[in-house]
């Protein structure tokens, strides 16, 4: 995966709806390159003072981004990825809620045949604080630089907690919202894999939550890769109902498969430190980095 | 969105799968017209979308009229996990000598829709033995792939041929229909060795519901389901007597772990989603102050692009028509000082921490 530097060109693509032009701001705010907008029929026009064009073709080739942040509508994401993937975009990232699983599946399916990569859908974006890059929605002031990787299914909750990282002295070297679906562009596996090649970082905070077996295969990775980087994580459902979506459409409990509990045994038996609460992580994540 | 076994029996037989002859009743006078037109014995079967509704008593077989009566009225008096029957699904029962499983559901682990097959069924696909697993190409499957898993299965020849066939349409239903779920639990083996799928279970992709307007009038939805989905709120009712509010899925989950732990009962989940303006707390305010049950409510809003002086303008709204419960808000992110300011002298009580907000609403101090 191929993160965005400090200054490099990104673009947003449905830049002039409602989302897509308050977060140019706060994107532009925050010291990203905003470099162009998509939305067909628009080209020409400009948001923020950032050219708008027609087509993602057109705006890679005028200013060479080759990630792309997504405020399109969920029933028009599918075709918005698949332009954005062909036009040469290697990181998509996909805020949209609502896409349906058919069409996650077949982007997930297009940008491995062409290496490229998705974060989302349903996700609050990425931030890299020391590389002023901010391809999403999260609130900046929550977020500092640092040597701590941050990944959750949820955003509010990313917010919460990198904040009480930030105000505990733990800055972050990046910052990521995987997504709030039950398929995420970038896995939990495949993000720890990325982030264990960073040098910038030197710990790991995991935030899952109900639904699903990501933890589960998480945890059975960290143990089969002997992962190095020390790891605390928060599970969020621990008193959530079965066979209730809770608010996330991945956040669903069916029989016994995808129970917090289970998640937080397998982490635990993997060596994970796991908080019972988000006001628990900066304590423990001390404990695990002295 | 789940539909209850009759509708996905109904979607069944519109590709071509074989199903029990049943009749779909709301009474007990339907009862009895369903058995003029039926050969007992029957199944009298609970139409509800909770799970275990056979361990719950929500299943009967029954071999005359008088029973069936007497079982349908037991059936329409329970409440299966929370849930009470509006109908019950008449059925003939199926006399068979074994019984298989099938389905078509979406692995999330691997990303991919998958068939599980097994030659003998139960509760538990987790344990079932010998089960077949196969990825499904989001295009479909042919034939060849369908003769494949039946093979594996090792049926007899006859009954090979009626598999494959079953499983190309549940395929086909479930890619056409978006389900995230299409299963056939049990697939029961007659004396005759006919293939005859007994229960069916349909969850659709809910956010692929734009697709297939079909759906969007199927099921009776609960008053305050119905407001707080017209509003835009992710909104689940639990029961209890504590409303939890606040912004972000995530965040109202490890909310409701504060409550839990702390001992409390949440009467609700309610997120108000990401960027919440004024009018929209105003709006679930208004929802979780009338919702039955509820003694006190919750507001955890950690502020980014939601504004914390929005969420503390609409509270003093909500507060100026009336009569308001108990409000407990922790509040915290950008000019929370400011929605402070905007609280302070109102019967509200502000925490600075979920904890602490948590604490007190619980203890009901």
Not at chain 2, 22 to 49: N, W
Not at chain 2, 180 to 203: Q, R, W
């Amino acid at each position: 995966m191929m993160l965005p530097k400090e200054g490099d060109p990104i673009l947003v693509q449905n830049m002039p709806g409602k989302y897509g032009r308050l977060h140019t701001r706060l994107m532009l705010d925050y010291g990203t390159n905003v470099a162009a907008g998509t939305a067909p029929g628009k080209g020409g026009q400009s948001v923020e003072g950032v050219p708008v064009y027609n087509t993602v073709a057109e705006a890679v080739q005028k200013t060479g981004a080759k990630a792309s942040v997504c405020f399109v509508p969920a029933e028009f994401m599918l075709a918005a990825g698949e332009e954005a993937l062909s036009a040469g975009i290697r990181l998509l990232v996909i805020i949209t809620e609502h896409v349906p699983i058919r069409d996650e599946l077949r982007l997930l399916q297009l940008a491995e045949s062409r290496g490229a990569s998705i974060i989302g859908p349903n996700c609050p974006g990425l931030i890299i604080p020391s590389q002023k890059v901010k391809l999403g929605i999260m609130p900046a002031p929550s977020f500092s630089p640092g040597r701590v990787a941050l990944y959750s299914r949820s955003g509010t909750l990313t917010y919460e907690i990198a904040g009480q990282l930030t105000s505990a002295g733990f800055g972050q070297s990046v910052a990521v919202g995987i997504g709030g679906d039950p398929i995420n562009g970038t896995t939990p596996v495949e993000w720890m894999d990325h982030v264990q090649a960073m040098e910038d970082t030197s710990a790991v905070v995991a935030v899952g939550e109900i639904g699903g077996d990501a933890e589960e295969r998480l945890a059975r990775h960290i143990e089969k890769s002997g992962y190095s980087k020390p790891i605390v994580a928060y599970i969020a459902g621990r008193h959530a109902p079965k066979e209730k979506k809770m608010g996330h459409a991945g956040a669903i409990i069916y029989g016994d498969y995808g129970t917090a509990d289970s998640k937080i045994r397998a982490l635990k038996a993997a060596g994970v430190r796991v908080a019972s609460t988000p006001a628990e992580v900066p304590a423990l994540l001390k404990q695990a980095l002295s | 969105m789940r539909l209850f076994e009759y509708q996905a029996k109904q979607l069944f037989k519109q590709y071509g799968l074989p199903v029990p002859k049943a009749v779909l009743v709301h009474d007990l006078d339907g009862v009895r017209g369903a058995l003029a037109s039926l050969t007992l014995p029957v199944a009298i079967k609970s139409q509800v979308l909770a799970g275990g509704r056979g361990k719950a008593g929500g299943i009967a077989l029954v071999d005359d009229p008088g029973q069936a009566e007497r079982e349908a009225s037991r059936i329409f008096g329970l409440s299966i996990g929370g849930e009470k029957p509006d109908s019950l699904l008449v059925e003939e029962s199926y006399p068979h000598v074994n019984e298989m499983y099938l389905s078509v559901s979406l692995d999330r682990g691997d990303r991919a829709f998958v068939t599980i097959a097994a030659s003998a069924g139960g509760i538990n696909v987790e344990s079932m033995a010998g089960k077949v697993i196969r990825k499904i190409s989001l295009d479909g499957i042919d034939a060849s792939f369908a003769a494949e898993v039946a093979s594996l299965l090792r049926l007899p020849p006859d009954q090979s041929s009626q598999f494959a066939s079953i499983l190309l349409s549940l395929e086909r239903l479930a890619r056409e229909k978006e389900c995230e779920l299409a299963e056939i639990n049990p697939l029961a083996v007659g004396k005759d060795g006919t293939l005859m799928p007994l229960d069916a279970k349909v969850i659709i992709d809910d956010n692929a519901l734009f697709r297939h307007p079909e759906f969007a009038k199927l099921h009776p939805e609960d008053e305050f389901e119905g407001e707080a989905s017209r509003q835009g709120f992710a909104f689940v009712r639990l029961g209890g007597d504590i409303a939890v509010v606040g912004n972000g899925a995530g965040l109202v989950l490890s909310t409701l772990d504060l409550v839990g732990d702390a001992g409390g009962n949440p009467a609700c989940f309610l997120d108000l989603g990401g960027g919440a303006q004024q009018e929209r707390i105003e709006a679930a305010l208004r929802l979780v102050n009338r919702l039955p049950g509820v003694d006190r409510i919750l507001i955890n809003i950690y502020g980014g692009i939601t504004r914390t002086t929005d969420v503390a303008a609409g509270i003093n709204t909500v507060l100026a028509e009336g009569v308001v419960k108990p409000v407990y808000a922790r509040v915290s992110g950008a000019e929370e000082d400011e929605a402070r300011r905007l609280l302070a002298g109102t019967p509200v009580r502000m925490y600075r921490t979920a904890p602490e907000a948590v604490e007190a609403v619980v203890k009901g101090a």
